[in-house]
């Protein structure tokens, strides 16, 4: 390739602990791909913990580069500023509390050459804080190939966030709508796979994905916020699905997981309970 870095590594860096981003770090730079640009966003200007952990690998490695957000400005928006600044032509997401495989990058670059799909994503590890292992994701190729269905009936969706690699010209002609400060990839893929883009996975887990533990109260807060943005999803998306009866389907299970989270404790958890 005629451009000097093939692949852009984007991370963008909010309140994750020291080891927990020091363990992101190394395992991106102890990829066995070695040509690439390391590009971290720091989205918490006060963040001078994370700020100086940074730059201390930035002085060691040159393939690191780090831009501060003078404000916070959210995910998307990190996520398209860093897209703009990458000098890849390849764009691999990471997420600062995660640990990336060391052929991650490796086996999604083979993956994208074999199969010219526009996007790759991988199966993951999930761990807890202290790194234990949990579950592992079982997706395959059938899922990511039928997106337009999978996205609508599989939850959770095939695609792993952090674990995409893609040709950065799509993220540029399709950037994340920055208005969805959750669930904004759910939203990209739907428009995507609506488009026609091409995804194809790697079987194998190639990223250990870090899930906390939180209280009950903020667990549901989040389902509820994650349904919330889902159901914006859909509806911004209704004129490219508008002729599934999957889409239908996922709205309405969609609205009524929002109203059911909206239920006092004492009613939800033996619902939950009876659910399971």
Known sequence: MSIKKKITVIMPVYKETPQQLRQAIDSILGQTIKNFEFLIVLDNPRNRTAQQIIKEYEKKDK?????????????PASLNKAIQLANGELIARMDADDIALPDRLAKELACLKKTGANIVSSNVVYIDEKGKEIKRSAFTQADVQNLRKTLLTKDPHPIVHPTVLGKKKV??????????????????????????????????????????????????????????????????????????????????????????????????????KLKK
């Open 171 to 272: 993220f540029l002609q399709n950037p994340y709508d920055e208005t969805f400060r959750n669930s904004q990839d759910f939203e990209l893929w739907l428009r995507l796979a609506a488009k026609g883009v091409r995804f194809a996975l790697v079987q194998k887990p190639l990223l250990k994905l870090r899930v906390p533990r939180t209280t009950y109260e903020k667990r549901v807060e989040k389902n509820r916020r994650y349904a919330q943005y889902v159901l914006r999803a859909l509806k911004k998306n209704f004129p490219y699905y508008k002729q599934q009866y999957s889409f239908y389907k996922k709205f309405l299970c969609t609205l009524f997981r929002i109203t059911l989270l909206t239920l006092p404790k004492k009613i939800l958890v033996p619902l939950i």
């Open 63 to 75: 393939r690191i580069r780090m831009n501060i957000n003078k404000r916070n400005l959210g995910l």
